[in-house]
């Protein structure tokens, strides 16, 4: 008889990528448990823009996507930091859906799935020896073949294992915070927009509900030169782009404030850290110009998975599963990761910006071609 806290799979952190390898784990028939330390549903800071390459996957997971109405996006525009407008085409489309209902969703489905799923549990150390794990948390410990790691951006056990290693590009004054608003604002469906501002940019589009989604980008430098008040920045900063004067004057803000994630670094991280498998943001922040996040987790989710899958069953040892796991993850986000750096590196400049924007204008081959860079084809 196996023991209560032993499982096939850990999985440390509740996040889309975290989720969805659990729920294909538990289609398998693997026993597995997800540890989060939040409560569902709540909010996470992100723009909630989903390229369709995730569509076809989540709609096998089992999420009934076509009953949702969601907003199907074909169209980007993008200001410069003057407001001056510049319309492209989404080739491969997406849809807008909040993190508070995606991931909602998925937690019920892993629930309905038989996933053990515990919530507002921290996870306080992972140790590995002798071919399996030893998960410390708050409510006890937990013995598992493999752990997931499928924690945020700012997890306590990146500071525990020194994953962050960042050399002087990426130093204090380079990071960024992230702040995002639901509104209720008259913004086409069939649309997201990028707002440039100075040392950062602004995504609005519409998710469920007739809301939108408001989210920003910037460095924590521009926040601490505006007295460290979001609202100070906001009023002295993003409201030099038009465009986002008037959404911010105009929009009903539907959160009393609205939800920061603050000292956000992208320093590149190992895939794989202690012979745990890293998904999401775990594996490596994405700039958000690179197609999107969402989809890039969910996807380094599915790949996870197969390499499991084939652990489990005794085709490969641990060494290939991990070798493996990293080659296909670079195989299928290093460039997007690469154009999402180069591209982001252009937003937020007074003449860069709008002389990039021109030249993409100008040439549409070219705008075609980084915008596909950055998308991902259907998984």
């Not at 390229?51 to 989540?58: A, C, Q, R």
């Not at 998710?207 to 007295?227: A, F, G, P, Q, W």
Request: include cysteine.
């Amino acid at each position: 008889m196996q023991k209560q806290n032993n499982f096939d799979v850990v999985v440390v952190g509740g996040g889309l990528g975290g989720l969805t390898f659990a729920i294909q784990c538990a289609g398998a028939g693997y026993r597995v448990a997800v540890f989060e330390k939040e409560q569902y549903p709540f909010h996470k800071v992100c723009g909630e823009y989903v390229s369709n390459e995730s569509k076809l996957f989540l709609i096998q997971l089992g999420l009934p996507l076509s009953s949702w109405n969601l907003p199907e996006i074909e169209k980007l525009l993008l200001t410069d930091i003057n407001g001056n407008a510049y319309p492209f085409k989404l080739d491969l489309g997406g849809f807008g859906i909040s993190r508070f209902k995606l991931d909602d969703e998925l937690y019920k489905l892993a629930v309905q799935k038989k996933v053990q799923v515990f919530s507002r549990t921290k996870v306080l150390n992972v140790s590995f020896l002798e071919d399996n794990f030893e998960v410390h948390t708050a409510k006890g410990n937990f013995s598992s073949r493999i752990v997931i790691g499928s924690f945020g951006k700012r997890s306590n056990l990146d500071v525990q294992w020194n994953r962050i290693k960042e050399d002087r590009k990426y130093a204090i004054d380079n990071k960024y915070i992230g702040i995002k608003y639901h509104i209720r604002y008259p913004f086409p469906n069939n649309l997201i927009a990028l707002h440039n501002f100075k040392n950062g940019y602004c995504g609005i589009s519409t998710i469920e509900d007739e809301k939108c989604c408001l989210c920003y980008l910037t460095t924590m430098r521009t926040l601490k030169e505006n007295e460290n008040r979001i609202e100070v920045m906001q009023e002295k900063v993003l409201y030099k782009n038009p465009a986002l004067k008037k959404i911010f004057r105009e929009a009903e803000f539907l959160y009393e404030k609205p939800e920061t994630i603050a000292q956000v670094s992208f320093a590149p991280k190992s895939q794989v850290q202690n012979h745990v498998l890293m998904v999401g943001d775990a594996a490596g922040l994405i700039t958000p110009l690179c197609g999107n996040g969402m989809s890039m987790a969910m996807h380094s989710g599915k790949l996870a998975f197969t390499v499991v899958d084939n652990f489990l069953k005794g085709n490969i040892n641990r060494p290939e599963m991990e070798r493996r796991y990293i080659i296909n993850w670079r195989h299928h986000f290093e460039t997007r990761l690469w154009y999402g750096r180069k591209v982001q590196s252009l937003m937020g400049s007074q003449w860069l910006t709008s002389l990039s924007l021109e030249i993409m204008r100008r040439i549409p081959y070219l705008a075609r071609h980084i915008i596909t860079a950055t998308h991902g084809q259907p998984f």
